[in-house]
């Protein structure tokens, strides 16, 4: 299903033009416009997803099944010494198309041009806290 305003059914339908680095029948993978390091590459389904709360197990399956493949094309080709999958949801958390998408993001070493920041807060949490969240968590989940 293709989405009228989105940019990246427009990839999808060949309107927008993009650096294909691998299709299938379920996926697409090309270059971010905005290289972060040298071979960044997104990688995202054929059916328009808005994000993953929206995106049904079997898309989600078929989408992370093309991920070692490709990561690992671009270990071979660019040897980076890591590699970083990122996924953004909603605009808060940096999502800006909104065409569920996985960031492949080849490493180079200190300085390459990514880096994520967090302040781990492992002082506020018990044990007792962090058996209470997971419980929290785990029985909200649909089995
Ligand atoms: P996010 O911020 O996680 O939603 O990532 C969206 C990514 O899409 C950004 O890194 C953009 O650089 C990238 N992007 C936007 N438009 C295009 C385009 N036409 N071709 C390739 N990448 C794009
Ligand atoms: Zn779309």
Known sequence: MSH???????I????????????????YAFLDISQVTKGHTLIIPKTHTKNIYETPPEVAKELFAR??????????VYQPIGMNLLNNNEEPADQSVFHLHIH???RYGDGDGFSSNWTTHTNDYSS???QQIAKDINSTIDS
């Open 12 to 27: 999808l339908d060949g309107e927008i033009p993009s650096a294909k680095v691998y299709e299938d029948d379920h996926v």
């Open 4 to 10: 009228n305003d989105c940019i990246f059914c427009k």
């Open 128 to 130: 007792e806290d962090l």
């Open 67 to 76: 991920v070692p493949k490709i990561a690992g094309a671009i270990k071979e």
């Open 104 to 106: 492949l993001i080849p």
